[in-house]
T-cell receptor, first 112, second 119 residues
Framework: AQSVTQPDIHITVSEGASLELRCNYSYGATPYLFWYVQSPGQGLQLLLKYFSGDTLVQGIKGFEAEFKRSQSSFNLRKPSVHWSDAAEYFCAVESYGQNFVFGPGTRLSVLP | GAVVSQHPSRVICKSGTSVKIECRSLDFQATTMFWYRQFPKQSLMLMATSNEGSKATYEQGVEKDKFLINHASLTLSTLTVTSAHPEDSSFYIC???????????????FGSGTRLTVV
């Protein structure tokens, strides 16, 4: 069965520091890959997605993610974190014709 | 861009009563909508797929008599939690797949969620 793992439950970084959130998936074929952000009590906002082509994907708010087929990973990165980036981040996958499967989420805290 | 509106954003109800949550696609038609449930500090779990004009498809373990889904039009799906109990307290989120636009080739859009508290 398809699955998505986010090894880090909670990450704390200082404002201005770089960030990398990890995501691994288990799937027979390369699925569509997504990163979403959720602020407390809010819905989901799409940060970026990967379907095919260039494995380095640029998203909104200065985020990027790199798809690595050999590692079944789709890690999210940001070179300089802002306090407003504190939120919950979800990696999600979708295979053609199937529904989304979300990872467990990583909570990001930002220190001033 | 595509917008999915969810209402209410927050509701408190007494145990044993029913609560209806609405999910509307504001500027596109959605033949399919999805309902998710999110417990505190947990991820989103798909509950059911709502199909316009036909019965919803429920995920394993989700009681269809407990969570009634109606998708009577191309812009509205409703989730009714019947005879709600405290264990039904959760965050419910809907989503719909908006058609491609010149600016976006993919449009899974999520509502802002409904916080249900059953007392």
């Amino acid at each position: 069965a398809q699955s998505v793992t986010q090894p880090d439950i909670h990450i704390t970084v200082s404002e201005g520091a770089s960030l990398e959130l990890r995501c691994n998936y288990s799937y027979g074929a390369t699925p569509y890959l997504f990163w979403y952000v959720q602020s407390p009590g809010q819905g989901l906002q799409l940060l970026l997605k990967y379907f095919s082509g260039d494995t380095l994907v640029q998203g909104i708010k200065g985020f990027e993610a790199e798809f690595k087929r050999s590692q079944s990973s789709f890690n999210l990165r940001k070179p300089s974190v802002h306090w407003s980036d504190a939120a919950e981040y979800f990696c999600a996958v979708e295979s053609y014709g199937q529904n989304f499967v979300f990872g467990p989420g990583t909570r990001l805290s930002v220190l001033p | 861009g595509a917008v999915v509106s969810q209402h209410p954003s927050r509701v408190i109800c007494k145990s044993g009563t029913s609560v209806k949550i609405e999910c509307r696609s504001l500027d596109f038609q959605a033949t399919t909508m999805f309902w998710y449930r999110q417990f505190p500090k947990q991820s989103l779990m798909l509950m059911a797929t709502s199909n316009e004009g036909s019965k919803a498809t429920y995920e394993q373990g989700v009681e269809k008599d407990k969570f009634l889904i109606n998708h009577a039009s191309l812009t509205l799906s409703t989730l009714t939690v019947t005879s709600a109990h405290p264990e039904d307290s959760s965050f419910y989120i809907c989503s719909a797949n908006a058609p491609p636009t010149p600016k976006s080739d993919y449009g899974y859009t999520f509502g802002s969620g409904t916080r249900l508290t059953v007392v």
